[in-house]
């Protein structure tokens, strides 16, 4: 499972998942921050947000719930930095078209 800042990053990763045919279950913050996960527990949630003062608040607001209610998720909030930072952006909504060139002529 994956936790995102909001709805356009909710969109990109979806981009991403139909452009390399792969299945992502994710969220956005207020959705977690509001209703948690609802469904059965995933093992690990990576929290894939932005490379700013908003996003770095919303990472730690994230994590401390996830400490606080879901003790035995792992999460992982390296992840996402290391993708953004490998496709030279810094918001996760702007991941699609560095991704699509890379996969131009794959796909």
């Keep these: ?51 700013d003062y908003g996003g770095r608040i919303k990472q730690n607001s994230i994590v401390q719930k996830l400490d606080s209610m879901y003790s035995e998720i792992r999460y992982d909030t390296v992840t996402g930095k290391r993708i953004l930072d490998l496709l030279g952006v810094k918001c996760v909504e702007q991941v699609k078209k560095p991704l699509k060139n890379a996969m131009d002529g794959f796909i």
């Design 1 to 51: 499972m994956c936790i995102v800042e909001g709805v356009h990053d909710l969109y990109a990763l979806y981009y991403v998942s139909e452009l390399l045919d792969i299945s992502i279950k994710a969220m956005t913050y207020d959705n977690f921050m509001k209703n948690g996960i609802e469904s059965e527990c995933p093992a690990r949630v990576f929290v894939f947000t932005d490379e």
